[in-house]
């Protein structure tokens, strides 16, 4: 099994600047890709930025070139710096693992608790 814990988020005004973290913590599985989402009430959540464990990225159209997801393999920890900030941007973000336990067959999601991320003057 493994827990999500985030941290960080908050009001910021438009063109400011924010970064979430993502604690993955657990024992016995091997995480792959690590990510974050962003979900609005009564909307599908959407894929925002995924890293591999090599460190290979992808984003999504509307945040390239403005967001930055990195990762720390040794601290199973995966951030989002989030620069000119829009108020589109505004959502709930949530952290997002594939893993899988030692000799598991299958690689499950895991989801953190969500923080809330509003970018308003």
């Known amino acids: 099994q493994v827990q999500l814990v985030e941290s960080g988020g908050g009001l910021v005004q438009p063109g400011g600047s924010l970064s979430v973290s993502c604690v993955a913590s657990?024992?016995?599985?091997?995480?792959?890709?690590m990510g974050w989402h962003r979900q609005a009430p009564g909307k599908q959540r959407e894929l925002v930025a995924r890293?591999?464990?090599?460190?290979?990225?992808g984003y999504a159209d509307s945040v390239k070139g403005r967001f930055t997801i990195s990762r720390d393999n040794v601290k199973n920890t995966v951030y989002l710096q989030m620069n000119s900030l829009k108020p589109e941007d505004t959502d709930v973000y949530y952290c997002?693992?594939?893993?899988?336990?030692?000799?598991?067959?299958?690689?499950?999601?895991?989801w953190g608790q969500g923080t809330q991320v509003t970018v308003s003057s």
């Open positions: 657990g024992s016995g599985f091997s995480i792959n890709d």
């Open positions: 890293i591999t464990r090599g460190g290979s990225t």
């Open positions: 997002n693992v594939k893993a899988r336990s030692r000799g598991g067959l299958f690689e499950n999601d895991y």
